[in-house]
Each structure stands twice: as structure tokens, then as C-alpha cells.
């Protein structure tokens, strides 16, 4: 039974038993008692009215109560004409005016939030409860490229790459990651809390170029370094054994001969190690590309032609597996020919190295694919030589998986690549072949075409 009819009962039930009581006045004093009978009547309709009154707080609590399960915050309750009420009608007011500014600033934030996430360049992943992807932004599905990720947990995806290395982020710590392309990002695990529990999160930053940047004026500084002392000691050693040349005639006939020729060792020696300084300082010397429109297709025609022979007589197989017909994109066809003649050439060796190995014949083929706004060169050989080598360490110097190699080649490749903003990736296929790609932008053409 509610409040209001418990109060009814109650006054109901006293004012019959007095209505009772007075029944025996009825013969006695007429007068008194009707007088008692109105007044009771009086009594009963004045306790039912003041009971109402007592409990309209109740009524504005119910329709308080009924607003926030509702979440109708912008609606207000009226005033009543009781002073103490009206006191309890402005505080709920104040309170729902209070939670309806709150809940426009937290969806003004939540907005403002999910902008930023999907505006910026870095990855984040957010996890549930349970250590699942509740949440990834446009940059992390670009960079992870996961399926239908929502719901599972990092490790879902194997124990090898990217998603099992953002998994054993330790908290709160920044750790330097490399994808199976040779991509480097710097990855951080942290966590928020979410109605009093932890929840966690991954931030993931591509360093890729900042590190190529930073390396690049690395070796820029150590290789003019070891250029300077280089030369100066190659100048200064030629010269020495040039004069000590002139007391080869004053020396015994069988000391003579043994003197002349330990000279020569060491001049030739100190040729070889100006040509191989030499080398690196023309890396780092090269100049800016001049970009003129040159067709991708001739030139690697020409570098086709200038290898057929020698890959004639070592009994490998070169030419065009597929060739898309496409305009000319703006190079620098010196630069671009120099380096695509290098990796032409470490084709050509590794697949030397691969026969000398195996005795199964190999093979080099080119690829052309127009693939819209871009245009994709494939550079395939059969050598299978990048071993265990990380792709990252490939464009480095002083690395090389060749016998006696200096590294210095894949390091003038990716020079030219950057220097020109071209996309490239260098690595296996899974096929015992090796694959060396590089992108070139056709926006050019395709606004040439539009124009027509």
C-alpha cells in the first residue's frame, strides 16, 4: 500500500470512530451534535488536504527520478506555490540544468576527441575491459590492415610482426618496432580508466623517414670525415713512396727488385683505398635530381640490353615478364638509370652466387604494371640472397649479404629513391625469389589526359 493511502486509511479510520462516538450526543443535544459533525467533517477534509500537500515532494522526486532515467536533461520542473517546495523544485533545476551543460561539454569533447583520433597521423588502438580492440583510428586499420579487428585481441594475429610486437609493449614504456618491410615505429601502451577499471591503449608513430633523416646525416658527417683523413693520408703515402722510388738504384740488385715491388704493393694498395672512399663520398656528394619527363619502360630497355650478354654467358635469363604501356614520368634519368643499373647488377651477382651454389639455372625478370595513379616497377631475380638480413639493415652501409660487399650500392639506390620521393620496398616473396619495387607517381598524365 502506497504512502498516500496508508494517510487516508488512517484518517478515514479516526474520524469514523468519532463520527461514532457522537452518535450518542444525537438524542441528547441535537445542536452539539451536528456542531461535533461538521467539525469532524471539517477535520477530515483538512487532514486529506494537508496529506496531499505533505507529499507533493514525493510527486516532484518521482518526476525528478523519471527525468534522469529518461536522460531528458534540458526539461525543468515548475514551481509551486509552497515556499519550502519551491526550494526543493530549484534544486532539482539547478541539477538538471548542471547535468544537461556536463553532458553538452562531454559530447562536445567526445566530438573534438574522435576528430583528433581519426585527424592524426599517429596509430592508436584502444582496448576493452578484457584486453580486446574495442577501437582503432583510420591511421592504425592503414598501418595494421587487420580483418574485421573489433573484438579480438592483438595476439589473434600470430606471433610474428607488427601486432605481436604492439602486444608485448610493456606499460607505460616506448619501444623502437620494425614491421616485415623494414618500417620502424616507436610504439607505447598505457591506460585510462573507465568507470573506476583499467582499460589500455597503444599509440604506434612511423619513424621511418625521421630515422632515414637522422642516419643519412649520420654518415653524411662520418663519411666527409673519413673522406678528409682519407685523402690527405692516400696524398701524403703516394707521395712518400714515389720518393722512395728514387733510392731503388742505390740498393744491392737483389734488395732492389724486393724494394720495387713492396712499393708497388703499397701504392696499389693505396689506390684501392682512395677508389674505395671515393665511392662513398659520390653517394654523399650527389646532386639534386634534375626532373625531366623520361620514359621508365626505354630506360629499362637500355639497362636490358647492357646486361644481355653477360647474362647470356652465365646462363641467365633476362627480359620483360609483363609491360604496361604507360607516358613518362618527371626523373632524373642520370640518377634513376645509375641506380637501377645497381640493382640490375646485384640481381645479376646474386643469382651468379645462387647457380654457383645449386647449379640450377636463374633467371631476371622485369615488371610494369600501370596501377592507376602510379606506376610500379618489379626488378625479380632468382638469387634468393637477402637471408636473415632485416630489411631495414639492406640500405645501410658497410652492409651487404655479398662476399667482400661494401654496402655501398643499395646506399646510392635509396639516396636517388628519397632524393626523388619514390616509394620502394626491397624483400623476398616467399617464392625463393626476390623482389626490388619502386612506385612512380603518374598524377601528370593523368591531368594531361583530362586536359585533352
Known sequence: MKLRSQFGTYLLAVHLGLFALTVFLFRQNIALFLAIEVLLLASLACGFRLVRRALRPLEYTARFRDLLQDQDYAARMTDSTLPEL?????LFNTMLATLYRERLELGEQRGFLDSLLEATPSAVIVFDFEGNISLMNASAKALLALDDPKGKPL???????????????PLGESQLLTDREGRRFRGQRGQFFD???????VLVEEMT?????????TYDKLIRVLAHEVNNT??????????????KTQLAEHDSEDFGTAVDAVKR???????????FTRVVKMPEPELRPASVAAMMDDILYLNREQCKRSGIAIGWARRSEAAPVRLDSHLMEQALLNIVKNAVEAVEASQAETGAAGYISFELDDEGDRLRLSIVDSGNRLGEVPARQLFTPFVSTKKGGQGIGLMFVREVLNRHGLPYKLAANGANETVFDIWFPVAKRVLALSKE
Open 209 to 217: 623517414d625521421v630515422l632515414e633523416s637522422s642516419e643519412r646525416a
Open 269 to 279: 694498395r693505396n689506390v684501392s683505398l682512395g677508389e674505395f672512399i671515393e665511392r
Open 234 to 247: 692516400v696524398a701524403a703515402t703516394g707521395s712518400v713512396m714515389d720518393s722512395l722510388l728514387y733510392y
Open 155 to 169: 595476439s589473434y594475429w600470430g606471433e610474428s610482426g607488427l601486432p605481436s610486437q604492439l602486444d608485448a609493449l
Open 195 to 201: 568507470r573506476g577499471f583499467a582499460r589500455g591503449f
Open 86 to 90: 519551491d526550494e526543493l523544485v530549484s
